[in-house]
């Protein structure tokens, strides 16, 4: 596609939830990246993904996160058992050997 | 790890006026970028510039990677150009992961 395109645009859930959150990256991007961002601050690294594998998972926060990439394109970030804390806008990259970053308009998550 | 430290934290312009950002880091990068994140929250690439001095219009970016920093200047400021600028940095063979400053929260009024 002509952008990276992230799904839902809001999504608010109870606490104790399961959510998912699709990226649909940039076509022929092989780098793909989950970022989260809380009100006021700065972005957040999660995890990267070159191709489908994972070599970089360091910031997820807890094993209640997880996220996997298909057919080197689209990425889903799962968080189990959401809590408050999780809220927060999730923000997707995509990027061709590293140059120039391009994200999506994010998913805006608020546990409730 | 990595520090990056962006200043100032909050700057209000003047229609019109000019304003330099200034972005720090404490180690060798290989990638660093400047973005813009307008007021809908949605993030923009304005320049990757791991070293030397780019220009796009308005604005342009320079790094001294020897020296560990790189700046970001805004000429001629408009209203458009209010929201959060942040620098990113990578280290080497960490695959293109950025770090983040914390910003720099611009407002031009009219």
């Known amino acids: 596609g002509a952008g990276v395109s992230q799904s839902p645009s809001n999504k608010v859930t109870e606490k104790g939830k399961d959510v998912e959150l699709r990226c649909d990256p940039i076509?022929?991007?092989?780098?793909l990246y989950w970022y989260r961002q809380s009100l006021g601050q700065g972005l957040e690294f999660l995890i990267y993904f070159q191709g489908n594998s994972a070599p970089d998972k360091s910031g997820l926060p807890s094993d209640r996160f997880s996220a996997e990439r298909t057919g080197g394109s689209v990425s889903t970030l799962t968080i189990q058992r959401t809590q408050q804390e999780d809220s927060a806008v999730y923000l997707c990259?995509?990027?061709?050997?590293?140059?120039?970053?391009?994200f999506g308009s994010g998913t805006r998550l608020t546990v409730v | 790890g990595i520090q990056v430290e962006q200043s100032p934290p909050d700057l209000i312009l003047q229609e019109g006026a000019n304003s330099t950002l200034r972005c720090n880091f404490s180690d060798s990068v290989n990638n660093l970028q400047w973005f813009h994140q307008n007021p809908w929250g949605q993030l923009i690439n304005l320049f990757y510039?791991?070293?030397g001095t780019k220009q796009n219009g308005r604005l342009s970016a320079t790094t001294v990677a020897t020296e560990r920093y790189s700046l970001l200047y805004i000429s001629s400021s408009q209203t458009t150009d209010s929201g959060v600028y942040f620098c990113a940095v990578s280290l080497y063979n960490q695959g293109g992961k950025l770090i983040f400053g914390q910003g720099t929260e611009l407002s031009v009024k009219p």
């Open positions: 076509s022929g991007h092989t780098a």
């Open positions: 990259a995509s990027s061709h050997d590293s140059y120039g970053y391009t």
């Open positions: 510039i791991p070293s």
